[in-house]
């Protein structure tokens, strides 16, 4: 097995991870398992942040490293909350506060499509100069008000256009298939069968 750490203090995160990259002879163990923090998130672009989330987690632990940085992108409020998306109300961060501040942003707007952007990066070594970058995109709209029970985040107020469900009303199983996070990780999972020799 090879150990990979996962540059993550989220765990529902975690567990979507987990499950969207199953099969493969990789041991993920979660970045809080050696007591380290949370590493910066200082840039304007969600590459950039998961590339030093990534070497944060590998500096600290001697290991690979998979991160990602994702988000919401409203096309009205050209692309914010993007890379904002988790702390976008403001600490202490909570999805419900981020889900109200994002409803009152868009209070009689008639566009209100968005879009989940995820950006995951997989590095060999702290200092990998051929980082792994795997990008996917979930498009839908801003509803009105917050449907559905799974997930996490901005789920329960975002319009999946191909299923017309809340991403909150969508069973874990369909979210992965289709989610941006889940597009990202099947493009990984397809790297690293070649890397891996799965």
């Known amino acids: 097995m090879n150990d990979i750490v996962l540059a993550t203090n989220n765990e529902k995160k975690l567990a979507e991870l ?12 979660p970045q809080a398992k050696f007591n380290i923090g949370s590493s910066e998130e200082p840039f304007n672009t969600f590459i950039e942040n998961a590339l030093i989330k990534a070497r944060y987690a590998s500096k600290k632990t001697n290991l690979p490293a998979i991160a990602d940085d994702s988000g919401i992108c409203v096309d009205v409020l050209s692309g914010k909350p ?5 702390r976008f109300a403001g600490e202490p961060a909570s999805d419900e506060k981020n889900n109200n501040k994002l409803l009152d942003c868009l209070k009689n707007k008639k566009n209100r499509r968005a879009h989940y952007h995820c950006a995951i990066v997989f590095i060999r070594n702290v200092d990998d100069p051929e980082p792994i970058i795997c990008e996917g995109q979930w498009y839908g709209e801003i509803l009105e008000a917050p449907r559905g029970k799974f997930g996490f985040g901005y789920d ?41 020799e799965q």
């Open 18 to 29: 987990q499950s969207l990259m199953n099969g493969l002879k990789i041991n993920f163990i």
């Open 156 to 196: 329960p107020i975002f319009l999946d256009f191909k299923t017309e469900k809340a991403a909150a009303e969508l069973d874990p199983e369909v979210k992965n298939r289709i989610s941006h996070r889940g597009q990202a990780l099947q493009k990984l999972k397809q790297k690293f069968k070649i890397i891996y």
């Open 82 to 86: 993007g890379v904002h998306s988790a």
